[in-house]
């Protein structure tokens, strides 16, 4: 099977001209008519000699995505794409006033399943590989006539339980020769894979990490996530401080709220205790309405929770919404997909 082309970081593209005799310069002016001139196929390619397109054309791949459909509002778009084995996946675009976040898709399907989110419905096919990732990025410029400039890897799959694959995705769009987005405007999400954040903390590159933690204690967060069950609340605000200790970065602490569930002043104040010590800044997520039947507390319960934290000395901020009327928001992908994906024979 050819390697895709997309999932080769800039050393191992010098390394593959290298081995075959070529000059690595070749590489710096491939990745720059991948991921500036955006090109669709190796023919296009006017400076190299007909055996080095040859070679390319019969070594490498340009594995395509395909957009089965795309829906926009103001401030985002959600795009749903077919993969090479029939497997479909979400990537959504959110408009900021500081640039254009994409949330990017790491797995076909989720095994982590979190009872709140549409995503886990599908179990875990397989994991994306490196260039399924980046072709995320770059479909949905082209689809979107636009730049993005932030990464969050929020969407369908857990992050962490697709390391390697992650890891590289970064390390390739990070190149200045291509995408050019430095590890520091990409987030990455989990809900708590300690050994992996443990990894993640000896790295070299300075991601940003988002914990979803949803929950202030073991109970809780069990009933709401089987993933408590293996690493709970105490273990895990541990690896999360040492995290942010060795990176000297703040970790972003999700908190989706849910009304009676866990958005009670009690759980506000336990949350407060249980986040004392760490770098870290609450981002309170009001749930987006599923067909799973959690519900979103009134405005507030809202506001009461938000300024408990405050009066605790946290940072805190409610999410500004993004595409819940496209079925876009946390939580929420996939969900209103499922007759275009039978359609189209996305599903298995």
């Known amino acids: ?33 991948l991921y500036k001139d955006k090109i669709a196929s190796f023919s296009e390619i006017d400076i190299f000699g007909l055996r080095t397109i040859k070679m390319l054309e019969e070594e490498l791949s340009l594995d395509e995505l395909v957009l089965l459909e795309k829906r926009e509002s103001k401030d985002a778009a959600k795009l749903l794409f077919r993969l090479f084995d029939g497997n479909s996946i979400e990537t959504v675009l959110m408009r900021h006033d500081y640039g254009n976040g994409l949330c990017v898709s790491t797995q076909a399907g989720c095994n982590m399943g979190c009872v709140f989110c549409e995503s886990g419905i599908n179990k875990k096919i397989r994991n994306l590989e490196a260039h399924e990732m980046v072709l995320q990025i770059l479909y949905a410029e082209k689809a979107l ?20 694959n992650v890891m590289k995705f970064i390390d390739i769009i990070g190149c200045q020769r291509g995408l050019d987005i430095a590890a520091r405007h990409v987030t990455i999400s989990t809900c708590g894979l300690i050994p992996q954040i443990e990894m993640l903390k000896n790295r070299e590159t300075h991601s940003n990490l988002a914990l979803s933690l949803h929950a202030p204690n073991d109970e809780i967060r069990g009933a709401l996530m089987p ?122």
Request: aromatic share 8%; hydrophobic share 35%.
């Open 1 to 33: 099977m050819k390697n895709n082309v997309y999932s080769l970081t800039l050393p191992k593209l010098e390394d593959f001209f290298v081995a075959r005799s070529e000059n690595k310069a070749k590489a710096k002016i491939l990745y720059s008519l």
């Open 145 to 164: 006539n636009t730049s993005v400039s932030h990464i969050t890897l929020m969407g369908i799959g857990e992050p962490l339980d697709n390391y390697d």
């Open 227 to 348: 993933i408590n069950k293996v690493y709970g609340v105490k273990k895990l605000m541990e690896a999360v401080k040492s995290y942010s200790l060795v990176k000297n970065k703040k970790t972003t602490i999700e908190y989706i709220l849910l009304s009676g569930i866990n958005d009670s002043d009690e759980c506000a104040k336990e949350l407060c205790g249980l986040l004392n010590g760490i770098k870290c800044y609450v981002n309170l997520i009001p749930c987006n309405e599923t067909s799973l039947g959690f519900k979103r507390p009134e405005k507030e319960r809202i506001d009461n929770f938000y300024r408990i934290l405050l009066d605790n000395g946290k940072r805190a901020t409610i999410r500004r919404e993004f595409g819940s009327g496209l079925k876009a928001a946390c939580g929420q992908l996939r969900g209103g997909f499922i007759d275009k994906l039978k359609y189209s024979g996305g599903e298995q």
